[in-house]
């Protein structure tokens, strides 16, 4: 039985040694040459000293970077990947909360940025890590010692305290995952990714850990190829990209601007899209451009690992039509509870999302009561403890038996793929200086978020200062000053009229 | 040109948009802003801007910006 994720790097880089498994397009790492430089770069940590712990990683995406994630995992520790473009104040953040003993960062690219962060634990560049061979009998002591019980990873999801939240997964977790996720993507030795998602986010799971486990390809798509649809698809098309796990707004915007009528990505049989409700029309236009393609919505949250439940489109949709979200993933299980924790099996009855099986991961790191409040016994089972995932997503039947995402409960929202707490943002506002009430909404047809807020400080300023707490997902379009917040009769802010205003002024 | 400044700098209050003609290059204008821009020239100037038109070169500075919407107007 596979204990730990290095079993699928290692038989793949032993059976298919000079295979590329990573690149960017125009450098790339064969599956030998980045067991190589995992091996020497986990045992350089090992003899550093450092094992069975979170160590950072702050590079730029590239096949180095997951080099780097499969060192820490050589040296038993779990890693925490770290991007630049989350703001240096968000990683600030991080490396306060969760105090990693060492970072690793790449020499040319992210060390220099790395000393500005005022972090006190040691940083190594990966080139200086993976100089050498590293020594087997080293690794293996490591590899007797590891469980597969052991997270494997941290990442970090927006917090509504205004703090990330990291949710540590295991390596069980993960092999959980993308067992099932290979059957639902049929993927294989042949498969070629083109990888849309950031490193630092669970997203990229998908194209990571399937390419491991079947010796297939990921590409690293430039990112400013993505503004660029007809040089996107010429991408795809020059590279035989034919696996592609994207956020939906990259495929709608695709189809939006009209790309598909000029050019086809010729090669694409699997499109696997989530984080956001695909609209209808969109999608037409998408399986009418490629009839051959499988389309795929996927939904999961972070906190079990990636997605729990798939869809793979087999049916037109009205324009007004939520596209469902479909069933639970092999060894996943899904059920919709109403608020009284009693089960719902009748179709459009709304309730929530409760996931369970060996995908839910082990919750907030360093965060009990956060991750008490999230990860609770099983309503349904008396018996024994059983963790399940309480997401706070809302769905319902509909009546092919097949679930449909209706909203959240509370104030988290995704905006353009990413997971935002309304909240952070609403924290970083508050904590300026001049700014007294905070309240952020988000027009969801529009997908733009409003901010208002009372106070002295002008609006330009307000919005130059954010621009350096929060990573530019998060950034309001639009930003207003008001004398005053209209108020419900408890004296809490009005979000309803606000959220109104804000659409009013979208229109 | 004012207009397109207006579009543009609502954007970013502090880039050089008259100057610069690294705005993809250099990293100024992110996927976000290049949506937010095709939506506001179809806004503000009643322009669609084709697929084919939507590449570095027509958004590296101000002045390409501003000959695509001449060029696009006068089709």
Request: with cysteine.
């Amino acid at each position: 039985m596979q204990r730990n994720l290095l079993e699928y790097l290692e038989n793949s880089a032993k059976e298919f040694p000079d295979k590329t498994a990573f690149s960017d397009g125009k450098k790339g790492l064969t599956f030998e040459e980045l067991l190589d430089l995992s091996k020497a770069a986990g045992c350089s940590l090992l003899e550093e000293g450092f094992a069975k712990e979170p160590i950072a990683v702050l590079m730029d995406k590239s096949p180095a970077m997951a080099a780097a994630f499969l060192a820490v995992l050589y040296s038993g520790g779990c890693y925490v990947p770290l991007d630049r473009e989350m703001s240096a104040n968000r990683i600030k953040l991080i490396l306060e909360t969760l105090k990693p003993r060492a970072m690793i960062v790449g020499e040319k690219t992210t060390a220099g940025f790395a000393r500005t962060l005022k972090y006190d634990g040691e940083i190594y560049s990966f080139e200086e890590l993976s100089f050498g061979d590293g020594d087997d009998e080293i690794l293996d002591e490591a590899r007797e010692r590891a469980l597969d019980t052991d997270p494997a990873y941290i990442v970090y999801t927006s917090g509504s305290t205004g703090i990330p939240k990291g949710v540590a997964a295991s390596h069980r977790n993960v092999i959980d995952y993308i067992e099932a996720l290979g059957e639902v993507l049929q993927a294989d030795g042949g498969t070629i990714f083109g990888n849309q998602s950031p490193l630092y986010l669970d997203a990229c799971l998908k194209d990571f850990y399937t390419t491991l486990k079947f010796a297939a390809e990921t590409v690293f798509i430039p990112k400013t190829l993505f503004s660029f649809p007809v040089k996107l698809i010429g991408f795809l098309n020059e590279h035989k990209i034919n696996t592609v796990c994207w956020v939906v707004s990259v495929f709608t915007y695709i189809s939006g601007v009209g790309a598909l009528e000029s050019v086809q990505p010729k090669f694409l049989r699997t499109a696997a899209f989530g984080s956001e409700v695909f609209p209808a029309k969109q999608l037409r236009l998408w399986r009418e451009a490629l009839p051959d393609t499988r389309f795929i919505n996927l939904y999961g949250p972070t906190e079990c690992t990636g997605m729990s439940c798939f869809y793979e489109v087999d049916r037109e949709f009205d324009d007004d039509e939520a596209v469902p979200i479909g069933k639970a993933f092999p060894n996943t299980a899904v059920t919709l509870l109403d608020d009284d924790g009693q089960l719902i099996e009748d179709a459009d009855v709304p309730g929530e999302i409760y996931i369970s099986g060996a995908g839910v991961t082990y919750g907030y790191y360093g965060d009990f009561e956060r991750t008490e409040q999230a990860f609770v016994q099983n309503p349904l089972n008396s018996a024994y403890r059983e963790i399940v995932y309480k997401t706070g997503d809302l769905a319902r039947y509909n009546e092919y038996g097949e679930l449909v995402y209706i909203s959240r409960r509370d104030q988290q929202i995704k905006h353009m793929g990413y997971r935002i707490e309304l909240a952070e943002i609403e924290a970083a506002a508050a904590g300026l200086d001049g700014a007294a009430l905070v309240c952020c909404v988000f027009d969801s047809v529009r997908s733009l978020i409003t901010l208002y807020y009372t106070g002295t400080i002008e609006e330009p300023k307000l919005k130059k200062q954010l621009k350096e707490l929060l990573p530019g997902y998060m950034l309001p379009s639009a930003v207003e000053r008001l004398d005053e917040f209209p108020s419900l009769s408890s004296g809490k802010i009005d979000r309803k009229t606000l959220t109104d205003k804000a659409i009013e002024r979208n229109v | 040109m004012d207009k397109l400044l207006v579009i543009l700098r609502n954007l970013d209050a502090e880039a050089d948009f008259e100057n610069c003609v690294t705005l993809i290059d250099g990293g100024i204008l992110d996927s976000f802003d290049i949506i937010s821009i095709i939506a506001a020239i179809d806004e503000e100037f009643g322009i669609t801007v084709p697929a084919e038109e939507i590449i570095p070169e027509n958004f590296n500075s101000a002045k390409a910006l501003y000959e695509m919407i001449q060029r696009l107007d006068e089709e």
